[in-house]
Nanobody
Framework: QVHLVESGGGLVQAGDSLRLTCAAS??????AGWFRQAPGKDREFVAG????????SYGDAVKGRFTISRDNNKNTVYLQMNSLKPEDSALYLCVLGVQGTGWSIWGQGTQVTVSS
């Protein structure tokens, strides 16, 4: 059974940066990604990265500001978040699965709060 532990969240001001980390017991051959969940809103796709070639995809709300990366040797996935906005405030969840098919493994999340 694969376990995911997210870290790196916190309270920051608008315009600041944060880097989230997702430590996995193993990344295996899973694609990896990040979702976010804000109170009263639907869960939103943030970013995804292919396990083999490292191809990435992003939600429209974060394109150009966020960057996803992975280190398969360290079984770790990162989300670099720049130019943060208050609307980025949410619980950020790390996921593993197959892009386009389904995300089957979810972490517990790390909270990001951006003040204006």
């Amino acid at each position: 059974q694969v376990h995911l532990v997210e870290s790196g969240g916190g309270l920051v001001q608008a315009g600041d940066s944060l880097r989230l980390t997702c430590a996995a017991s193993t990344l295996g051959t899973y694609d990896a990604g990040w979702f976010r969940q804000a109170p009263g809103k639907d869960r939103e796709f943030v970013a995804g990265i292919n396990w083999r070639y490292g191809g990435t995809s992003y939600g429209d709300a974060v394109k150009g500001r966020f960057t996803i990366s992975r280190d398969n040797n360290k079984n770790t996935v990162y989300l670099q978040m720049n130019s943060l906005k208050p609307e980025d405030s949410a619980l950020y969840l790390c996921v593993l699965g197959v892009q386009g098919t389904g995300w089957s493994i979810w972490g517990q999340g790390t909270q990001v709060t951006v003040s204006s």
